[in-house]
C-alpha cells in the first residue's frame, strides 16, 4: 500500500521561499508519475508540476515556471518542491499525488495536504 505524507508548508512573506516535502511510503513502479497539486479557498484544484518516478521533469503550470522546482531524495523516498519568490496567489493547500498503473492511469494516491500562507 503506497501513502504520502506532506509537510514542510506554513506561513511566509512576499518573495520567501518554502520547501515542501512529500514522504512516498511503499513502492512505486518506475513508470508512473509523480504531482503536486493545489487548492485555494473557494477555488478548482489545479496542477502545478508532474514527475516521472525516475525523476524526470515533465510539466509546469506557466504561473510557477521558474521558480518552482522538483526534486527527489530516492534514499528518503521523498520528493521535494522547492518554492521561491512566493506571491500572494501561490497561497493554497498543496498536495502530490501519485499514478500506480502508469502516468496516464490517473493520480490515485494522494496526500493529506499542507497549508502554504504568502502574505505582505
Known amino acids: 500500500q503506497v501513502q504520502l505524507v506532506e509537510s514542510g508548508g506554513g506561513s511566509v512573506q512576499i518573495g520567501g521561499s518554502l520547501r515542501l516535502s512529500c514522504a512516498v511510503s511503499?513502492?512505486?513502479?518506475?513508470?508512473?508519475?509523480m504531482a503536486w497539486f493545489r487548492q485555494a479557498p473557494g477555488k478548482e484544484r489545479e496542477q502545478v508540476t508532474i514527475?516521472?518516478?525516475?525523476?524526470?521533469?515533465?510539466w509546469y503550470r506557466d504561473s510557477v515556471k521558474g521558480r518552482f522546482f522538483t526534486s527527489q531524495d530516492y534514499a528518503k523516498n521523498t520528493v521535494f518542491l522547492q518554492m521561491n519568490s512566493l506571491k500572494p496567489e501561490d497561497t493554497a493547500m498543496y498536495y502530490c499525488?501519485?499514478?500506480?498503473?502508469?502516468?496516464?492511469?490517473?493520480?490515485?494516491?494522494w496526500g493529506q495536504g499542507t497549508q502554504v500562507t504568502v502574505s505582505s
Open positions: 514527475i516521472e518516478t525516475s525523476g524526470v521533469e515533465l
Open positions: 499525488a501519485t499514478t500506480r498503473h502508469g502516468c496516464g492511469s490517473g493520480f490515485s494516491v
Open positions: 511503499g513502492i512505486i513502479d518506475s513508470n508512473n508519475c
